[in-house]
């Protein structure tokens, strides 16, 4: 790693910090819990970048580029004590505290990924990984090696098959079945848009010709008329609801796998979309019993509707301090744009005569969402395609206008993937949220100009463009969709390249994102789309002491040397001033 001085300028702005407590107070009393000296601090105490991503004058960046605005941090009873210098950080040194010299390690507000799926992160984690796997071969291979341990008979399920990229080439039944006749197997895809199996599963699930598709689905069908054992969108579900429900255990072993993997790498915070009562009873089981290694901020299923109206009648959590907090509901309301179920206001120009699906056709309970709208939820509605996100904007102006105290509550449209020039300054003026994924761009862009054609390609993943519109974003990683690394997140942003930086350039650059408003993006914004700007996001005495701690400063790197962001690695998590992973 290089190691990188404080500047003369840096040195001056820490000494300008204050202090919460007297520093011969906390010494004498045995002194604060934590200290952190040497570091790189980037606060983000300071004006945030303009919307054209024009940089703000007091914050820590001159001619010669960014530099950290404190290099030591104090923490007391969860809460940071003190920021500014290591000289002064040593004063609150007592017998009982914890000294850790960071070496010029770069700490900033803890991550927050606003968009996880965590159950199925540690499912991921637990199951046959097929994440970046590229074919069909290389897919049933790592099946042929799981079902080795696999007793006869026993389903073995697979995810991270990615939909889009597979589009033009989706897989069948045949290999698998050959391959392992012995198994039911489920192969779930990337983003959770398609799914495929082999013989033994069709069978199992009672799966043939005859079978009632739902509305918004799509079964494969093969030139001798049988289901070819791949499933798209809503018809998925026709498969993955004839595996055998996982345990409680299992499924609690699995969620803390999932978290503990996000507390290794650096994030303090989740935003879980999508929790049915199962999932909620566990995470509730787990908060009560302080086993929850980071802060879960729970989105209710609005397609479980007992759920839902359990929550309406005690409405949602008030509370920011605890480690699990509901007020959140979270919709479908279209598909997906690889596996074309994304909703469009015109036809696929990949596909002439379609335009994908929405609304009813996709689940979505508009009655029961604008009651909770109306009991005071935010509400996050997953919208992909253009028209399914002008109808998804309808949807919550159309309840604003019924009853106007519903705008308040930062409801949040996740992903606004592709959007109609007409509607992006929508957001802006509705106070909406766009909850959107870097990652994703630079996944897509193999193939979304091909599902959307020239002119559409440019209102997708324009985050230049909403934040240019008074959009407010928060940025975060839809795993297991997407690899929830901060760095390969923070490239995207700055970049709009993948892993192997292409293209040259960037894809459409004139969207991405400057280093500040990236980080901004896993932080502060990320804090203010569960309204907790006031506790966290921000490095300043009085808020949490959630921070994450790396071995690069992706500030100086966006301007240097961005690829080189890739290469980070997270040293050390901390939440409510716990260190929760170190490496």
């Known amino acids: 790693m290089r190691q990188l001085k404080l500047s003369a300028a840096a040195i001056f702005l820490v000494m300008m910090a204050g202090c919460a407590e007297d520093p011969a107070e906390v010494s004498e009393a045995g002194g604060a819990n934590l200290i952190l000296t040497n570091a790189r601090v980037y606060t983000l105490d300071w004006d945030e970048a303009s919307p054209d991503g024009t940089i703000k004058p007091d914050a820590p960046h001159n001619d010669g580029g960014w530099h950290p605005d404190a290099e030591a941090i104090v923490t007391q009873g969860g809460e940071i004590l003190f920021v500014g210098s290591t000289r002064e950080a040593m004063e609150y040194r007592g017998e009982s505290s914890r000294v850790i010299d960071l070496a010029g390690a770069t700490v900033i507000p803890g991550l927050v990924d606003s968009h996880t799926h965590v159950f199925g992160l540690g499912a991921l984690l637990d199951q046959v990984n097929l994440v970046d796997v590229a074919t069909e071969e290389e897919a049933v291979a790592l099946v042929v090696e799981r079902a080795k341990t696999v007793p006869k008979g026993e389903w073995i399920i697979g995810r991270g098959w990615d939909e889009g990229a597979w589009a033009n080439r989706y897989p069948d039944k045949a290999l698998l079945s050959e391959a392992v006749p012995d198994h039911p197997v489920f192969m779930d895809s990337l983003h959770g848009f398609a799914g495929w199996g082999n013989q033994m599963a069709l069978d199992t699930a009672g799966i043939t010709a005859e079978t009632e598709v739902p509305v918004g689905g799509e079964m494969r069908l093969g030139a001798d008329g049988q289901p070819t054992g791949l499933f798209l969108n809503r018809a998925v579900q026709l498969l993955s609801s004839a595996i055998p429900d996982a345990s409680r255990e299992t499924l609690t072993s699995q969620l803390l796998l999932g978290l503990n993997q996000m507390a290794a790498d650096g994030f303090t915070a989740v935003h879980d979309a999508g929790l049915d009562t ?52 979270k919709a479908y309301y279209d598909g997906a744009l690889g596996s074309r179920g994304a909703r469009l206001l015109y036809d696929y120009a990949d596909q002439p005569g379609h335009r994908g699906i929405s609304g009813d056709g996709y689940g979505f309970n508009q009655e029961l969402n604008a009651q909770a709208m109306k009991a005071g939820f ?31 509550n930062r409801h949040r449209i996740e992903h606004a993937q592709v959007m109609s020039p007409d509607d992006i300054p929508r957001l802006g003026a509705l106070g909406i949220i766009a909850s959107m994924e870097p990652p994703h761009a630079v996944e897509d862009k193999t193939w979304a100009e091909e599902r959307l054609g020239p002119e559409r390609v440019l209102g997708a993943y324009a985050w230049r463009s909403l934040r240019e519109s008074n959009a407010r974003l928060t940025f975060n990683s839809d795993n297991p969709g997407s690899d929830h690394s901060i760095f390969y997140g923070l490239h995207a942003a700055i970049t709009r390249q993948d892993k192997n930086e292409q293209p040259e350039g960037g894809w459409y650059a004139e969207q991405r994102m400057n280093a500040e408003e990236s980080v901004r993006g896993y932080t502060n914004w990320s804090a203010y789309a569960s309204f907790r700007e006031d506790e966290t996001g921000i490095i300043e005495a009085g808020r949490w002491a959630d921070l994450t701690i790396m071995d690069i400063d992706p500030f100086l790197l966006a301007e240097e040397s961005p690829g080189d962001i890739l290469n980070g690695r997270i040293l050390m998590t901390i939440v409510n001033g716990n260190i929760v992973y170190e490496r």
């Open 278 to 329: 199962q999932a909620m009873s566990i995470l509730e089981e787990l908060e009560a019993a302080d086993r929850l290694p980071v802060r879960v901020y729970a989105m209710l299923s609005l397609r479980d509707e007992d759920l839902i109206r359990k929550w309406l009648e005690k409405g949602p959590d008030k509370d920011n301090d605890s480690m699990l907090v509901t007020r959140t509901v």
């Open 378 to 408: 935010q509400i996050a509605i997953h919208a992909i395609g253009d028209a399914g996100n002008r109808e998804a904007l309808d949807i919550l102006e159309g309840v604003f206008k019924e009853d106007s105290s519903t705008a308040k």
